[in-house]
């Protein structure tokens, strides 16, 4: 299954790499090596992980308070969003018809 990042799903992934490493030597790729194990996870039983809204679902990261919601359009994986926990709810609807 292809994956495809929504640009600015693209962006909040980088930044979040870069917020890591800035903290610690090393911790932002530990944050990347989890998100690529979760995407991982998600190409494999995509339909396992909580249906948000439509048909768009969630996977919570177990080590940092990310989440990914991503959908299924046939044979790509389309990432919407990698919300850190503490940003407001829904801010990233708009992207749902992107």
């Not at 998100?35 to 039983?45: C, L, N, R, S």
């Not at 919570?60 to 990698?82: A, E, T, W």
């Amino acid at each position: 299954m292809r994956v495809v990042y929504h640009p600015d799903a693209e962006t909040e992934l980088l930044d979040a790499v870069r917020f890591y490493e800035r903290r610690l030597a090393g911790l932002g790729q530990r944050f990347l090596r989890e998100f690529e194990a979760a995407i991982a996870a998600i190409q494999e039983t995509p339909e396992q992980w909580q249906v948000m809204e439509g048909d768009t679902r969630r996977y919570v990261m177990r080590r940092f308070p990310f989440s990914i919601q991503y959908r299924v359009d046939s044979d790509q994986l389309r990432i919407l969003v990698v919300q850190h926990h503490s940003r407001e709810p829904g801010y990233w609807f708009y992207r749902l018809n992107d």
